[in-house]
């Protein structure tokens, strides 16, 4: 049986069908002591100083601790897929969101700051897209050190975010190290998620041995499907064990869809 202490759960994937200040005691209640969450304000990326303390007081009312924030990213899931790289209005909330984020992140522990990259648009240049995209990663990792957090780089997948251009390890990582040489804070470091990086047919193994040195986090999920372990193909007695022989010694982020009996019953693969 895996400990539950080794993973933490990602509660906007996980109990969605409970308000947002009600799954932090849910999350508790099936015998986690960790939870991470998506930016929870979708529309809002600086919102209300009675939001961010409504969550605080969940948090620690619930003696979960939060390990892991994205920063403003657009609505997940979904087509948005992220904001830092997008020119304008998308942009700009993100840079409004950087400095509120990593501030709750701060106060409450939180260790780790998802940023995710955006969307590639039509009417602007790959180049000056990327170029933004760096400028406010440079924000982020700077905001992230204050905040005594690393920042995170996260591959997504090419069938489900097509216009996403980070959609590989090798491709994160490359954004992972043009971060820290542009701010020398080397405090940006690779998301590593299984099942985005099943889904682009990427070798786990391969990867794991390759990338776990720069890596801070690791999300899961099966595949086909993004269920739960044991809904899909994806071996994660052999994943779990590759990773700790690689020396990964985070926690591991359940990512993903509970399935029809509900969130409370999707964590029935801990007791095989």
Same mark, same amino acid.
């Given at each position: 049986?895996?400990?539950?202490?080794?993973?933490?759960?990602?509660?906007?994937?996980?109990?969605?069908?409970?308000?947002?200040? $009600?799954?932090?005691?849910?999350?508790?209640?099936?015998?986690?002591?960790?939870i991470e969450?998506?930016?929870?304000?979708?529309?809002s990326p600086v919102p209300e100083h009675s939001e961010l303390d409504a969550l605080r007081d969940a948090l620690e009312d619930a003696g979960v601790q939060l390990t892991g924030l994205n920063?403003?990213?657009?609505r997940l899931p979904g087509p948005d897929r992220g904001a830092l790289s997008v020119p304008g209005r998308e942009s700009e909330k993100f840079r409004a969101n950087v400095n509120v984020a990593a501030d709750f992140a701060r106060s409450v522990g939180c260790r780790a700051l998802n940023a995710l990259y955006g969307n590639r648009v039509e009417a602007v240049s790959p180049q000056e897209q990327d170029a933004l995209a760096l400028e406010n990663l440079e924000l982020a990792a700077h905001a992230a050190e204050r905040a005594g957090a690393v920042l995170?780089? $996260?591959?997504?997948?090419?069938? $489900?975010?097509?216009?996403?251009?980070?959609?590989s390890a090798p491709r994160?990582? $490359?954004?992972?190290?043009?971060?820290?040489?542009?701010?020398?804070?080397?405090?940006?470091?690779?998301?590593?998620?299984?099942?985005?990086?099943?889904?682009?047919?990427?070798?786990?193994?391969?990867?794991?041995?390759?990338?776990?040195?720069?890596?801070?986090?690791?999300?899961?999920?099966?595949?086909?499907?993004?269920?739960?372990?044991?809904?899909?193909?994806?071996?994660?007695?052999?994943?779990?064990?590759?990773?700790?022989?690689?020396?990964?010694?985070?926690?591991?982020?359940?990512?993903?869809?509970?399935?029809?009996?509900?969130?409370?019953?999707?964590f029935g693969w801990l007791d095989k």
């Open positions: 049986m895996a400990s539950p202490h080794r993973f933490t759960v990602n509660a906007s994937i996980l109990f969605t069908e409970l308000p947002l200040l $009600e799954r932090p005691a849910a999350v508790a209640a099936a015998g986690f002591d960790k969450l998506w930016w929870p304000w979708i529309e920063f403003y990213a657009g995170l780089i $996260e591959a997504l997948n090419a069938q $489900e975010s097509p216009k996403c251009p980070i959609v994160a990582i $490359e954004v992972v190290d043009a971060v820290n040489a542009a701010t020398g804070l080397d405090n940006a470091r690779f998301l590593m998620d299984l099942y985005h990086l099943s889904m682009n047919g990427e070798d786990l193994p391969s990867v794991i041995d390759t990338h776990v040195s720069k890596t801070a986090h690791v999300q899961i999920a099966d595949n086909p499907g993004r269920g739960a372990p044991g809904t899909g193909g994806l071996d994660f007695d052999d994943l779990f064990s590759r990773l700790d022989k690689a020396g990964y010694e985070g926690v591991i982020g359940l990512e993903y869809k509970p399935g029809d009996q509900g969130s409370a019953a999707s």
